[in-house]
Protein backbone atom coordinates (compact mmCIF):
# COMPACT_ATOMS: atom_id res chain seq x y z
CA UNK A 1 0.00 0.00 0.00
CA UNK A 2 1.06 3.45 -1.05
CA UNK A 3 4.05 2.30 -2.68
CA UNK A 4 3.03 4.64 -5.59
CA UNK A 5 3.34 8.16 -2.81
CA UNK A 6 6.69 6.21 -1.79
CA UNK A 7 7.56 6.01 -5.26
CA UNK A 8 7.61 9.49 -6.05
CA UNK A 9 9.31 10.61 -2.11
CA UNK A 10 12.78 11.94 -3.88
CA UNK A 11 10.63 13.80 -6.29
CA UNK A 12 7.88 15.46 -4.62
CA UNK A 13 7.89 18.46 -6.83
CA UNK A 14 7.12 16.05 -9.85
CA UNK A 15 3.98 14.27 -7.69
CA UNK A 16 2.77 17.96 -6.90
CA UNK A 17 2.95 19.15 -10.56
CA UNK A 18 1.02 15.74 -11.39
CA UNK A 19 -1.83 15.98 -9.00
CA UNK A 20 -2.01 19.77 -9.94
CA UNK A 21 -1.93 19.25 -13.59
CA UNK A 22 -4.52 16.30 -13.08
CA UNK A 23 -6.71 18.49 -11.10
CA UNK A 24 -7.08 21.03 -14.15
CA UNK A 25 -7.24 18.24 -16.69
CA UNK A 26 -9.95 16.82 -15.00
CA UNK A 27 -12.60 19.73 -14.85
CA UNK A 28 -13.80 18.34 -18.52
CA UNK A 29 -15.49 14.54 -18.85
CA UNK A 30 -12.94 11.83 -20.24
CA UNK A 31 -15.63 11.15 -22.79
CA UNK A 32 -15.17 14.36 -24.10
CA UNK A 33 -11.91 14.68 -24.25
CA UNK A 34 -11.94 10.80 -26.21
CA UNK A 35 -14.61 12.06 -28.78
CA UNK A 36 -12.36 15.60 -29.16
CA UNK A 37 -9.16 12.92 -30.25
CA UNK A 38 -11.39 10.66 -32.62
CA UNK A 39 -12.77 13.74 -34.53
CA UNK A 40 -9.21 14.51 -35.33
CA UNK A 41 -8.22 10.67 -36.44
CA UNK A 42 -11.75 10.62 -38.05
CA UNK A 43 -10.85 13.50 -39.99
CA UNK A 44 -7.72 12.17 -41.39
CA UNK A 45 -8.70 8.90 -41.11
CA UNK A 46 -6.35 7.50 -39.13
CA UNK A 47 -7.84 4.66 -36.61
CA UNK A 48 -6.62 5.11 -32.99
CA UNK A 49 -5.90 2.33 -30.28
CA UNK A 50 -6.92 3.35 -26.59
CA UNK A 51 -5.61 1.06 -23.81
CA UNK A 52 -7.96 1.50 -20.60
CA UNK A 53 -7.42 0.58 -16.85
CA UNK A 54 -10.31 -2.02 -16.40
CA UNK A 55 -11.24 -0.59 -13.18
CA UNK A 56 -12.33 2.45 -14.94
CA UNK A 57 -14.54 0.36 -17.14
CA UNK A 58 -15.83 -1.27 -14.36
CA UNK A 59 -16.70 1.85 -12.65
CA UNK A 60 -17.91 3.34 -15.77
CA UNK A 61 -18.69 0.76 -18.56
CA UNK A 62 -20.20 3.55 -21.00
CA UNK A 63 -17.39 5.46 -21.21
CA UNK A 64 -16.04 2.67 -23.67
CA UNK A 65 -19.19 4.20 -26.28
CA UNK A 66 -16.81 7.10 -26.06
CA UNK A 67 -14.48 5.26 -28.10
CA UNK A 68 -16.76 4.73 -31.15
CA UNK A 69 -14.98 3.19 -34.29
CA UNK A 70 -11.75 3.20 -32.90
CA UNK A 71 -9.82 0.25 -31.35
CA UNK A 72 -9.35 -0.36 -27.36
CA UNK A 73 -7.18 -2.88 -25.03
CA UNK A 74 -6.80 -3.48 -21.36
CA UNK A 75 -4.46 -1.23 -19.40
CA UNK A 76 -4.07 -3.30 -15.99
CA UNK A 77 -7.19 -3.78 -13.72
CA UNK A 78 -6.05 -1.18 -11.28
CA UNK A 79 -3.01 0.61 -13.16
CA UNK A 80 -0.76 -1.73 -10.79
CA UNK A 81 3.46 -1.11 -11.61
CA UNK A 82 3.85 -5.07 -12.17
CA UNK A 83 7.70 -4.48 -11.61
CA UNK A 84 6.68 -3.49 -8.05
CA UNK A 85 4.31 -5.46 -7.17
CA UNK A 86 5.27 -8.57 -7.91
CA UNK A 87 4.26 -11.92 -9.19
CA UNK A 88 0.89 -12.65 -7.81
CA UNK A 89 -0.38 -8.55 -8.23
CA UNK A 90 0.84 -9.32 -11.98
CA UNK A 91 -0.97 -12.24 -12.56
CA UNK A 92 -4.28 -10.73 -10.59
CA UNK A 93 -4.16 -7.96 -12.53
CA UNK A 94 -4.40 -9.34 -15.91
CA UNK A 95 -6.56 -12.01 -15.21
CA UNK A 96 -8.98 -9.05 -13.78
CA UNK A 97 -8.49 -6.79 -16.76
CA UNK A 98 -9.41 -9.83 -19.10
CA UNK A 99 -12.16 -10.98 -17.18
CA UNK A 100 -13.80 -6.95 -16.97
CA UNK A 101 -13.39 -6.55 -20.88
CA UNK A 102 -14.96 -10.29 -21.62
CA UNK A 103 -17.83 -9.35 -19.08
CA UNK A 104 -18.55 -6.29 -20.73
CA UNK A 105 -18.29 -8.15 -24.22
CA UNK A 106 -15.29 -6.45 -25.28
CA UNK A 107 -12.49 -8.23 -26.81
CA UNK A 108 -8.83 -7.91 -24.54
CA UNK A 109 -6.85 -8.51 -28.03
CA UNK A 110 -3.87 -6.05 -27.38
CA UNK A 111 -2.64 -5.44 -23.54
CA UNK A 112 -0.68 -2.53 -22.44
CA UNK A 113 1.31 -2.51 -18.76
CA UNK A 114 0.94 0.16 -17.21
CA UNK A 115 3.62 2.52 -16.78
CA UNK A 116 4.80 -0.03 -19.52
CA UNK A 117 7.08 -2.01 -16.73
CA UNK A 118 6.70 -6.03 -17.57
CA UNK A 119 9.93 -7.71 -15.74
CA UNK A 120 8.62 -9.49 -12.94
CA UNK A 121 10.89 -10.26 -10.29
CA UNK A 122 13.61 -9.81 -12.31
CA UNK A 123 12.24 -12.61 -15.20
CA UNK A 124 11.77 -11.24 -18.39
CA UNK A 125 9.92 -13.67 -19.92
CA UNK A 126 7.02 -14.30 -17.18
CA UNK A 127 4.88 -11.29 -17.92
CA UNK A 128 3.96 -12.47 -21.90
CA UNK A 129 3.88 -15.91 -19.95
CA UNK A 130 0.84 -14.53 -17.95
CA UNK A 131 -0.62 -12.75 -20.58
CA UNK A 132 -0.65 -15.98 -23.09
CA UNK A 133 -2.11 -17.92 -20.17
CA UNK A 134 -5.13 -15.26 -20.14
CA UNK A 135 -5.36 -15.59 -24.06
CA UNK A 136 -3.55 -11.90 -24.92
CA UNK A 137 -0.75 -12.89 -27.84
CA UNK A 138 -0.81 -9.31 -28.65
CA UNK A 139 0.90 -6.94 -26.56
CA UNK A 140 2.54 -3.14 -26.51
CA UNK A 141 4.40 -2.86 -22.95
CA UNK A 142 7.41 -2.71 -23.80
CA UNK A 143 8.82 1.60 -23.29
CA UNK A 144 12.13 1.76 -25.73
CA UNK A 145 12.81 5.12 -24.45
CA UNK A 146 13.79 8.08 -26.10
CA UNK A 147 15.78 8.60 -29.56
CA UNK A 148 18.16 7.76 -30.72
CA UNK A 149 17.43 4.16 -30.79
CA UNK A 150 20.53 1.70 -32.26
CA UNK A 151 18.15 0.11 -34.94
CA UNK A 152 15.04 1.06 -36.06
CA UNK A 153 11.90 -0.18 -34.10
CA UNK A 154 10.45 -3.77 -34.82
CA UNK A 155 8.20 -5.78 -33.15
CA UNK A 156 9.39 -8.19 -30.28
CA UNK A 157 8.48 -11.86 -30.54
CA UNK A 158 8.63 -13.44 -27.52
CA UNK A 159 9.55 -17.65 -27.13
CA UNK A 160 5.99 -18.10 -25.53
CA UNK A 161 4.67 -16.50 -29.07
CA UNK A 162 3.20 -13.58 -27.78
CA UNK A 163 4.50 -10.36 -29.88
CA UNK A 164 5.64 -6.87 -28.56
CA UNK A 165 5.18 -3.71 -30.46
CA UNK A 166 7.24 -1.29 -28.12
CA UNK A 167 5.87 2.03 -28.01
CA UNK A 168 8.66 5.15 -27.97
CA UNK A 169 9.86 7.15 -24.59
CA UNK A 170 8.59 10.42 -26.17
CA UNK A 171 5.11 11.06 -24.54
CA UNK A 172 3.43 13.86 -23.05
CA UNK A 173 3.36 12.67 -19.94
CA UNK A 174 6.98 13.03 -20.26
CA UNK A 175 6.93 16.27 -22.42
CA UNK A 176 3.98 18.32 -20.17
CA UNK A 177 4.29 17.01 -16.79
CA UNK A 178 7.84 16.58 -16.46
CA UNK A 179 9.47 19.04 -18.90
CA UNK A 180 6.71 21.42 -18.46
CA UNK A 181 6.38 22.35 -22.47
CA UNK A 182 3.27 23.68 -22.69
CA UNK A 183 4.04 25.00 -26.09
CA UNK A 184 2.29 23.36 -28.86
CA UNK A 185 4.82 23.83 -31.52
CA UNK A 186 7.29 22.08 -29.54
CA UNK A 187 5.18 19.17 -28.40
CA UNK A 188 4.66 19.09 -32.30
CA UNK A 189 8.44 19.29 -32.52
CA UNK A 190 9.39 16.25 -30.13
CA UNK A 191 6.58 14.06 -31.17
CA UNK A 192 8.13 14.34 -34.87
CA UNK A 193 11.37 14.34 -34.40
CA UNK A 194 11.01 10.80 -32.54
CA UNK A 195 9.50 9.66 -36.07
CA UNK A 196 12.27 11.13 -37.72
CA UNK A 197 15.59 9.20 -36.02
CA UNK A 198 12.92 5.86 -36.00
CA UNK A 199 12.68 6.00 -39.53
CA UNK A 200 12.19 2.78 -41.56
CA UNK A 201 10.63 1.24 -38.38
CA UNK A 202 7.32 1.66 -36.34
CA UNK A 203 6.77 4.22 -34.56
CA UNK A 204 4.22 3.94 -31.48
CA UNK A 205 2.58 6.90 -29.87
CA UNK A 206 1.36 7.60 -26.73
CA UNK A 207 -0.84 10.33 -26.96
CA UNK A 208 -3.07 10.22 -23.67
CA UNK A 209 -6.64 11.65 -23.96
CA UNK A 210 -6.53 13.10 -20.44
CA UNK A 211 -3.84 15.96 -22.02
CA UNK A 212 -3.93 15.63 -25.90
CA UNK A 213 -7.43 15.35 -25.56
CA UNK A 214 -7.71 18.82 -24.33
CA UNK A 215 -8.88 22.29 -26.22
CA UNK A 216 -5.58 23.60 -25.69
CA UNK A 217 -3.46 20.54 -27.12
CA UNK A 218 -5.98 18.86 -29.63
CA UNK A 219 -4.03 20.67 -32.11
CA UNK A 220 -0.73 18.88 -31.38
CA UNK A 221 -2.57 15.70 -32.63
CA UNK A 222 -3.99 17.32 -35.95
CA UNK A 223 -0.24 19.18 -36.79
CA UNK A 224 1.34 16.07 -35.93
CA UNK A 225 -0.71 13.96 -38.18
CA UNK A 226 -0.72 16.50 -41.29
CA UNK A 227 3.22 16.97 -40.83
CA UNK A 228 3.61 13.01 -40.68
CA UNK A 229 1.50 13.25 -44.33
CA UNK A 230 3.21 15.34 -45.76
CA UNK A 231 5.99 12.10 -45.76
CA UNK A 232 7.14 9.67 -48.08
CA UNK A 233 7.41 6.37 -47.54
CA UNK A 234 5.08 6.85 -44.76
CA UNK A 235 1.81 4.12 -43.76
CA UNK A 236 -0.48 5.71 -40.10
CA UNK A 237 -1.64 2.34 -39.85
CA UNK A 238 -3.64 0.98 -37.11
CA UNK A 239 -1.99 -1.17 -33.67
CA UNK A 240 -4.71 -4.11 -34.81
CA UNK A 241 -2.71 -3.82 -38.91
CA UNK A 242 1.16 -3.19 -37.70
CA UNK A 243 1.40 -6.53 -35.93
CA UNK A 244 -0.04 -8.34 -39.56
CA UNK A 245 1.54 -5.95 -41.98
CA UNK A 246 5.16 -5.12 -40.18
CA UNK A 247 6.92 -8.12 -41.93
CA UNK A 248 5.06 -7.40 -45.24
CA UNK A 249 6.00 -3.73 -45.76
CA UNK A 250 8.57 -2.08 -47.95
CA UNK A 251 12.27 -1.77 -46.42
CA UNK A 252 12.21 2.16 -46.92
CA UNK A 253 8.38 2.51 -44.99
CA UNK A 254 7.82 3.56 -42.04
CA UNK A 255 4.90 2.77 -39.73
CA UNK A 256 3.36 4.61 -37.19
CA UNK A 257 0.18 3.95 -35.00
CA UNK A 258 -1.71 6.22 -32.38
CA UNK A 259 -2.54 4.47 -28.84
CA UNK A 260 -3.36 6.23 -26.00
CA UNK A 261 -3.78 5.61 -22.49
CA UNK A 262 -6.63 6.26 -19.76
CA UNK A 263 -5.56 5.68 -16.37
CA UNK A 264 -8.06 7.91 -14.81
CA UNK A 265 -11.93 8.98 -15.32
CA UNK A 266 -11.11 11.70 -12.44
CA UNK A 267 -8.88 13.22 -10.30
CA UNK A 268 -10.57 10.41 -7.25
CA UNK A 269 -9.31 7.95 -9.60
CA UNK A 270 -5.92 8.81 -9.40
CA UNK A 271 -6.22 8.72 -5.40
CA UNK A 272 -7.62 5.56 -5.71
CA UNK A 273 -4.83 3.94 -7.64
CA UNK A 274 -1.99 5.91 -5.84
CA UNK A 275 -2.90 3.38 -2.21
CA UNK A 276 -2.95 0.07 -4.74
ZN1 LIG B 1 -1.15 4.26 -17.68
Not at 88 to 115: L, Q, S
Request: with cysteine.
Amino acid sequence: MFKRILGYRKNVRLLFKKITNYLSFHSEDMSNLIKRMNAVFDRHDVKMTYFISTFLVEQRPSICSAFESHDFGPHGHYHVNVAQAGRRAAWNEIKEAVRVFKTHGFDPWVYRAPYARHIIENDPNLFFEFEKKNGILRDSSINVGPPPWENPLKPIKHDCGVITIPLIGVADDGLIDNEGIFDNRLLVKRFYNAFDQGRTGIIVYDLHPIRMGQARFINVVEALIKRLKTEKNVRIISLRDAFEQFDKKAEEETLVCFTGDIDNLSIFDYARRLVH
